[in-house]
């Protein structure tokens, strides 16, 4: 059976990783980041209203 | 109802946020005119953004970098070895095909956060317009119900008047 490339340990570990998450956490980041601005927003819109 | 400018005002939050990220990972030089022109509305200082060296020219130079030295040596290279490597300026500039490989993948990749940007923006202004239908709709509901109740109306009658 042909294997996931995708699911595969990465070769440098001790390399890729601290890249790779850092982009993650950075979009994690950004999504909730997302979140709050943009319920705050839309409160602030709804009490113009 | 809230209209489309207010709504605009919501959505504005959704590609400020996803436009910073993408600035940040990939370099301000993959956005567009009318992105640095969000960005800078928002208060955000452009120039610069993501650094010297973005996390994702980091990650096509540790590419290069592993591929030049082998994977026998990259497996004993620790990531402070690259950011190193990196800060020395140890680097061979990039050639012009590499350059032209890592713009394409740079361009690539902006094109899928544009896409989730658009997709994040679509879902977001369905659900206001849809809830914000649906609590309108409640209210005059309710208000045609406590009118027809003290009316004495019938069901049909109520079912009637909200037409």
Redesign the interface.
Known sequence: MQQNKHLDPPRYPRLILPIEEGMKRSFTVTAKKILIDVTKQLTKEIKQK | M?GSA??E??LR??S???L??IG??LGEAVLSEVDQTILTAAGFNIAGLGGLFP?YY??FL?GRL?QMVG?YN??K???TD?EKYLEKNQYQPLTPFEEIQYTIARKATYHHLKNLENR?RQE?EGD?VNTLTRVEYEAIIREEIERGVKERKSITNIISDIG
């Open positions: 809230l207010q709504i005002n919501i939050h959704i400020k946020n996803i910073l990220y940040v990972n996390p980091k990650m540790l592993t994977d990259s497996q290279l620790d990531y690259f994040v977001v206001i």
